[in-house]
């Protein structure tokens, strides 16, 4: 037997294993509501970014603040808070590294004011090191890395929207 015709059977002999674990492919979260009001300051990107998901994934409708009484759901950004915190010195004492953190706090309620998620912190952080020489190069990432942040905050916002099950 040839090492290929080997390796063909020990894959897919493999297979049923796989499909025993329980792998699936991630897929689009189910919400066990149609109808949304979200909360969020009006300059929020991180609202709008939100806002932009959930609208996306086709299964619920994010209606103005102005129509709360269709809503099946209220979602309220608390806060929204970027931080930078010096982490590093040279031995001159200078800034060599830094640390980005985005916190949003955040609840998820009924019109009448039955709360199904209470109020929740969530936490991105990462680190950047420093350069005085790379100033705009080093801000230009900072401003990815928040981006970055805000997306990991989203996605996870989604999953916990996804593990209300009864309203």
């Keep these: 037997m040839s090492p290929t015709r080997r390796r063909l059977i020990a894959a897919a002999s493999l297979l049923p294993l796989l499909a025993a674990c329980g792998f699936q492919l991630r897929r689009a979260p189910d919400f066990a509501f149609d109808t949304m009001v979200l909360g969020a300051p009006s300059g929020s990107s991180l609202g709008n970014e939100l806002k932009r998901t959930i609208a996306a994934s086709g299964r619920v409708q994010v209606l103005d603040p102005a129509q709360l009484t269709r809503a099946q759901v209220v979602l309220d950004l608390v806060a929204e808070q970027r931080e930078k915190v010096v ?26 004011g039955k709360e199904l998620i209470p109020e929740t912190e969530l936490l991105q952080q990462r680190d950047i090191s420093f ?15 928040y981006r970055d942040m805000q997306s990991d905050l989203v996605q996870q916002l989604m999953r916990r929207l996804a593990a209300v099950k009864a309203l």
Aim: charged share 30%.
């Design 87 to 112: 982490v590093g010195l040279s031995a001159t004492g200078q800034v060599r590294e830094f640390q980005l953190r985005t916190r949003v706090r955040f609840r998820l309620r009924t019109p009448a």
């Design 131 to 145: 350069n005085e020489s790379a100033v705009l190069a080093k801000e230009s990432e900072e401003n990815l890395l």
